[in-house]
């Protein structure tokens, strides 16, 4: 499956970038706060990484919700500059 290339704006994670498979407007990542997750939403623009070729998608911090049942491993956590 294809991977589009995304960039993190607001939250815990801003600035950072990763990769998610094609078509994902929702993303989970983990947060600095026990118990929670940051969620960051796709907005339809595209910023400029630095050491990639092509443009990210930017996804936009929504807020945090309680991991709740989300098992650790589960938690996507981007690394910054993929």
């Known amino acids: 499956m294809a991977e589009d290339l995304v960039v993190l704006r607001g939250g815990v994670r801003d600035g950072e ?16 706060a026990p118990g929670l997750i940051e969620v960051y939403e796709a907005n339809g623009e595209t910023a400029h990484v630095d050491g990639n070729n092509g443009e990210a998608f930017v996804f936009i911090h929504a807020g ?10 589960l938690q996507h956590s981007p690394r910054a500059g993929s």
Do not use: C
């Open 17 to 32: 970038s990763t990769t998610v498979q094609e078509g994902v407007k929702r993303l989970l990542a983990a947060s600095d």
């Open 64 to 73: 945090q919700e309680p991991a709740g049942d989300l098992a650790p491993e």
